[in-house]
């Protein structure tokens, strides 16, 4: 199958990040989206893990967001006095 | 010095959120409201469907419980991006110039550039805050205002309503339009036909999907730099686009998933090795651990095979 990119394909990627062992082969599993053969099959969560997750997360990205913007619109006027 | 670190730290806070927002989005729209609509949330059917309603609501998702279970049946039954007036999100990519016959480096330029498009972004923003506020059952309807009239006011009183519209609302709309385009245009990579070397092109798509940065041979300054960069390039992406990866999708247009009112074994951000079903299908059980790409080409294959999609319905 021809593609745009000559990269190696995703498996061997995977195998080549196994021998590093500064992070968990769990993280590497998540990172790649593809577990090693060996590898345990993961708990799935439920869906009220899911939501509470989706709050949790919102909540902080709305914190962060609405924390940012109060100090960055202090700066809408610059590209005003610039230009 | 002070002023520079401050804006530092909230040019940072603000980037930090896009991602977040952005993971909110597909998770909201593509996840959980996905997930409902196919009975695969709650056991109870009520709360099922309040649960979709609610993770909708909160990430200003383009469709509500009822309309989004109309187009996505619509789009299982007819799910190849060749196929125009059957799938309205095939013909959505199509409006956009996804279209057979285009060269690589159109549909490429397509891509890239309808992301920057303010017109898009505006369409988009308008019709997921119409399908929230203006459109819809009126309890939905109602829920809608109450969530979100409530933040407003809320924010009002405690003096932050700018920073809950240049904060919040803003990055929801614009990072949310991204991510679920990002999503849409790489997750049926199986589904387009081999006609016009399509499934080259949509695997070329969704190549950043699949890939994973590749440990350096040797560890230097430079490679390792560039693979600690790489690897939370990734991470990003993983979390704001992808969190229903392929394997997910590949069982579940299968209706591998289909386990009536429980969490599936895939359940959201499924990896590969994951899937059980998958696993048991015998050539591509063996190619999963060896080539991606022949297990999806074994796929097109099988999917082709079953549902060959009819001669009056193909584009190109």
């Known amino acids: 199958m021809k593609t745009r990119h000559n990269k190696p394909d995703a498996i061997a990627i995977r195998q080549a990040l196994k021998e590093l062992r ?23 969560w439920t869906p009220a893990q899911h939501h509470a997750l989706q709050m949790g997360v919102a909540m902080l990205a709305a914190g962060l967001g609405m924390w940012s913007a109060q100090t960055l619109y202090l700066l809408a006027p610059v590209p005003v006095l610039v230009f | 010095m002070n002023q520079l670190i ?22 909201g729209s593509s996840v959980l409201l996905h997930h409902a609509t196919h009975g695969l949330g709650f056991a109870n059917k009520r709360l099922n469907r309040l649960a979709g309603e609610w993770a909708g ?44 016959g285009r060269s690589q480096g159109a549909l490429w330029r397509t891509f890239w550039l309808t992301q920057v498009n303010p017109v898009w972004h505006a369409q988009q923003s308008w019709a997921r805050l119409r399908s929230n506020f203006f459109e819809g059952p009126l309890l939905r309807r109602v829920a809608a205002w109450a969530v979100w009239g409530g933040a407003g006011a809320t924010a009002t009183a405690a003096g932050w309503l700018p920073g809950l519209l240049g904060g919040v609302v803003a990055p929801l709309l614009l990072v949310g339009n991204l991510a679920s385009y990002w999503e849409l245009t790489s997750r ?48 990003v992406a993983r979390w704001a686009v992808l969190p229903a990866d392929l394997a997910f999708h590949f069982a579940h247009h299968a209706g591998w998933d289909r386990r009536p009112y429980g969490a599936p074994p895939a359940w959201a951000d499924a990896a590969l090795a994951y899937s059980d079903r998958l696993r048991a299908h015998p050539e591509i059980a063996t190619q999963i651990y060896t080539s991606l790409r ?23």
Request: charged share 20%.
């Open chain 2, 294 to 316: 022949a297990a999806i080409g074994t796929w097109f294959a099988r999917l082709e095979k079953e549902a060959p999609v009819s001669a009056g319905a193909r584009l190109g």
């Open chain 1, 22 to 44: 500064f992070a968990p082969q769990r993280f590497w599993t998540w990172l790649t989206g593809i577990a090693l053969p060996e590898e345990m099959g993961r708990q799935p």
């Open chain 2, 57 to 100: 609501i909160v990430t200003l998702s383009g469709a509500g419980f009822d309309e989004y279970r109309r187009v996505h049946n619509r789009h299982h039954a007819h799910a190849s991006f060749a196929q125009r007036g059957l799938d309205e999100e095939a013909e959505g990519l199509f409006e956009l110039g996804f279209q057979p």
């Open chain 2, 188 to 235: 049926h990579i199986w589904m387009v036909t081999s006609e016009h070397e399509g499934h080259a092109r949509q695997l070329d798509l969704s190549h950043g999907r699949l890939m994973a940065p590749m440990p350096p041979v040797r560890w230097g300054l430079k490679s390792t730099c560039n693979f600690i960069a790489s690897v939370a390039a990734k991470a």
């Open chain 2, 6 to 27: 401050e804006v530092t730290f909230a040019v940072a806070a603000l980037a930090g959120s896009g991602v977040l927002f952005a993971g909110l989005k597909v998770r």
